[in-house]
């Protein structure tokens, strides 16, 4: 579990190396430094960790999209050239993991979904926002490629997500390969590690908004609920995968939008969703307790 203890970070002024708006239900993280490649500077992990945890707290937030200033660079990794910098110990951490990696949406338990666009070169440390998205959509100029090992550092986090989305030797060769390999698009696509492949950056942009656009149309809930079943089955057998994805889904018989959206569906109306994950049904005479109702839905 992380550190939700936080400084206090003004969201909405100027913040280092990204830009965060949000409107209509979607938030928008743009990594702006496209001088130095869209890196990660070691002042720019507190601010996003903020940036993630306002995602995951904001109930006017229903889905997020990860994207990058200009054509060249989706994100070059982390800037060796600050690693020691005064805020060098934002990064270099010597705790457990859980305390001290706060990149991805996933490390800062966000479950509500999370789209990527990435357009140009994608390097190391960059690759959280890859791994750990929900979908990826990358422009046909798009490259992966992981060089940690090349300057002296363990390929781990991210190389571990790689190994989650691709192939085991595709994952082994980034890795071991460093900065003589590159995964281009198509192969990437080929491969799984994005979902769909579209021909500028501009379009990747564009596709991944259109994507939240339609996603947050859902009950958040209920996508919170579905994505939590999905990635836990991923670190865990398939027999308990299945009892943990029912346990998720009996829980939210009890919330509002179990109810919602079946009534929106049959009145021929848009739902109206609770955003609040610890809303119950409130019940009446024709209400009846669902741990005994038999049809799930």
């Given at each position: 579990m992380p550190d939700r203890a936080l400084p206090v970070i003004d969201l909405e002024g100027p913040l280092p190396g990204?830009?965060?708006?949000?409107?209509?239900?979607?938030?928008?993280?743009?990594?702006?430094?496209?001088?130095?490649?869209?890196?990660?500077?070691?002042?720019?992990?507190?601010?996003?960790r903020a940036i993630w945890s306002d995602v995951r707290d904001n109930d006017d937030i229903r889905v997020a999209v990860v994207q990058a200033t200009g054509e060249k660079h989706f994100c070059t990794g982390f800037d060796v050239a600050e690693a020691e910098s005064d805020d060098a110990d934002e990064v270099f951490v010597d705790k457990p993991f859980s305390q001290s990696v706060h990149w991805s949406p996933y490390q800062n338990e966000v479950w509500k979904p999370v789209i990527c666009a990435v357009g140009g070169l994608c390097v190391g440390g960059g690759l959280h926002f890859v791994v750990d998205a929900d979908i990826v959509v990358a422009s046909e100029n798009a490259a992966f490629t992981d060089t940690h090992v090349g300057i002296g550092m363990v390929g781990a986090i991210e190389n571990i997500g790689l190994?989650?989305?691709?192939?085991?030797?595709?994952?082994?060769?980034?890795?071991?390969?460093?900065?003589?390999?590159?995964?281009?698009?198509?192969?990437?696509?080929e491969l799984g590690l994005v979902d769909e492949l579209t021909e500028t950056p501009a379009d990747a942009i564009a596709a991944a908004h259109d994507l939240a656009m339609k996603i947050r149309e859902n009950s958040p809930q209920a996508m919170a609920a579905s994505k939590k079943a999905i990635w836990a089955a991923l670190e865990?057998?398939?027999?308990?995968?299945?009892?943990?994805?029912?346990?998720?889904?009996?829980?939210?018989?009890?919330?509002?939008?179990?109810?919602?959206?079946?009534?929106?569906?049959?009145?021929?109306?848009?739902?109206?969703?609770?955003?609040?994950?610890?809303?119950?049904?409130q019940t009446d005479g024709d209400d009846h307790d669902h741990d005994d109702d038999e049809n799930e839905g």
């Open positions: 990204v830009r965060y708006e949000c409107a209509n239900g979607i938030a928008t993280i743009t990594l702006d430094r496209p001088q130095r490649g869209n890196s990660l500077a070691p002042n720019m992990h507190r601010v996003i190994a989650k989305r691709l192939p085991l030797g595709s994952a082994l060769r980034m890795t071991l390969m460093g900065r003589h390999y590159r995964m281009p698009a198509r192969r990437a696509y865990r057998g398939y027999g308990d995968a299945l009892e943990e994805g029912w346990s998720l889904l009996r829980a939210h018989w009890r919330h509002p939008d179990f109810r919602e959206g079946p009534r929106a569906f049959s009145e021929g109306r848009a739902p109206v969703w609770n955003p609040d994950p610890g809303a119950v049904i």
